[in-house]
């Protein structure tokens, strides 16, 4: 079982531009979270995908927006680049379902650095 | 979520056990206690969780008190390779949303 898998590991992009990332959840599982972590900071959750719709979202702009496939892999898009979206970027992925009762699994991330 | 509050920081001599407190004093009935840890650089991992009764799993212990405003997660023998920062969350609404507070930093030394 590979986990969960995120894809670039590192990025280097300018300001302003636009940036995908990628994530391959765990075999199995349907539910995909994404999340920011600035340097120094706990994760902040960004948004869920669930049946190929976002499910829920945290504080962000529209400037971050994501997508889920068919085969439950998700992508996280941001728009117009600021300094301030340099981080880490985590993809987390849980077993079916939606209740309390649910572990995450997370993958290594995407460092993000905006220049 | 629920608020947690965790100390900042602890250490703990490597071999012996680590004891983590948290504090959920506003936990509903239905809600789980998790606990994750992120070691540096790297995406956080799962630990435990529980509901109201003590858990155990290979990597570690949770008791809950009885009242089950707080909880502590204990691991037997820590190893340098338990340094991490670990984050005490109780999800509300689902548990695949998860708020991350400050967490405790756990330093194991020799």
């Known amino acids: 079982d590979a986990g969960v898998t995120q894809s670039p590991t590192h990025l280097i992009k300018t300001r302003g531009q636009q940036v995908t990332l990628r994530c391959s959840p765990k075999s199995g599982h349907d539910t995909v979270s994404w999340y920011q972590q600035a340097l120094g900071q706990g994760p902040q959750f960004i948004f869920q995908y669930y049946e190929e719709e976002e499910r829920q979202r945290g504080n962000f702009p529209d400037r971050f927006s994501g997508h889920q496939f068919p085969n439950y892999s998700s992508e996280l898009n941001v728009n117009a680049l600021l300094l301030g979206d340099s981080a880490l970027y985590l993809c987390?992925?849980?077993?079916?379902?939606?209740?309390?009762?649910?572990?995450?699994?997370f993958g290594q991330g995407t460092r993000l650095t905006v220049v | 979520d629920a608020k947690t509050t965790q100390p900042p920081s602890m250490d703990c001599a490597e071999g012996r056990a680590a004891n983590l407190p948290c504090n959920h004093s506003?936990?509903?009935?239905?809600?789980?206690v998790y606990w994750y840890r992120q070691i540096h650089s790297q995406g956080p991992q799962y630990i435990i969780h529980g509901l109201k009764n003590n858990e155990t799993n290979e990597m570690a212990s949770l008791i809950i008190t009885e009242d089950r405003k707080s909880s502590t997660l204990i691991l037997p023998h820590a190893t340098l390779r338990d340094t991490a920062v670990y984050y005490c969350?109780?999800?509300?609404?689902?548990?695949?949303?998860?708020?991350f507070g400050t967490g405790t930093r756990l330093q194991v030394t020799l």
């Open positions: 506003t936990i509903s009935g239905n809600e789980y």
């Open positions: 987390a992925s849980s077993v079916p379902g939606q209740g309390l009762d649910t572990e995450a699994f």
């Open positions: 969350i109780v999800p509300r609404g689902t548990a695949s949303k998860l708020t």
